[in-house]
């Protein structure tokens, strides 16, 4: 993952928004992704957006992208506790592999 | 039931033992993969297969091999274990990741080499 950084830990309260950053290396990647692994679990992806974009929007999900940067982030809005789990940011490096980033735990309390 | 299965979900060993982790998987994908977790490095990939004549190594391949049984079946070898293996091992499958295709990952094996 050291072409994907990202923070490892984000404390935030219940309702409040999370906001989990993430900068890439690679200016050919395609797409960028967020999955989310929950305890005992494998990962699930949760979003994705394709590089010719800047913003995307599910639910309570924002993803924005600014390219320039090489800058990703992810907003949850009004955080939940099954929020809580390690968020991993990835970038498509070629037709087959992803590069994933260390992973930010977010933990969200009461 | 779930897509991507992998058996054992947890095993304890000790050096210098031969360990088989297997994947299998429902998707009817082409394409297999075997990653590596460690806390603090996220995710390394240490094989994957365009299909069962076609198996690539990923970034740490050393001290690993894996056999591609079938389409739906993958499996990942250490022939002689070494403490420094001691990770969380995913299986993970997918389409295509350049036109936006999920990777679906197995719930994990966590092994430890004692």
């Given amino acids: 993952g050291e072409d994907v950084e990202q923070s490892l830990f984000l404390s935030v309260r219940e309702g409040d928004s999370s906001v989990i950053n993430c900068t890439y290396t690679d200016s050919s990647s395609t797409y960028l992704y967020w999955y989310k692994q929950e305890p005992g679990a494998g990962l699930q992806l949760l979003t994705y957006i394709f590089s010719n974009m800047d913003m995307k929007q599910d639910q309570r999900l924002t993803v924005l992208l600014n390219k320039k940067d090489k800058h990703l982030s992810l907003r949850i809005a009004d955080t939940q506790t099954g929020d809580s789990a390690i968020y991993f940011c990835a970038e498509s490096i070629n037709d087959y592999k992803l590069s994933f980033g260390a992973g930010t735990t977010v933990t969200v309390r009461a | ?114």
């Avoid at chain 2, 091999?65 to 070494?82: G, T, Y």
Wanted: with cysteine.
């Fill in chain 2, 1 to 114: 039931d779930a897509d991507v299965t992998q058996t054992p979900r947890n095993r304890i060993t000790k050096t210098g033992k031969r360990i088989m982790l297997e994947c299998s998987q429902t998707k009817g994908h082409d394409r297999m993969y075997w990653y590596r977790q460690d806390p603090g490095l996220g995710l390394q990939l240490i094989y994957y297969s365009f299909d069962v004549k076609d198996i690539n190594k990923g970034e740490i391949s050393d001290g690993y091999s894996v056999s591609r049984q079938a389409q739906a079946k993958f499996s990942l070898s250490l022939e002689s274990a070494i403490p420094n293996q001691t990770a969380l091992y995913f299986c993970a499958t997918s389409d295509s990741v350049r036109q936006g295709g999920e990777q679906f990952f197995g719930p994990g094996t966590r092994l430890t080499v004692l």
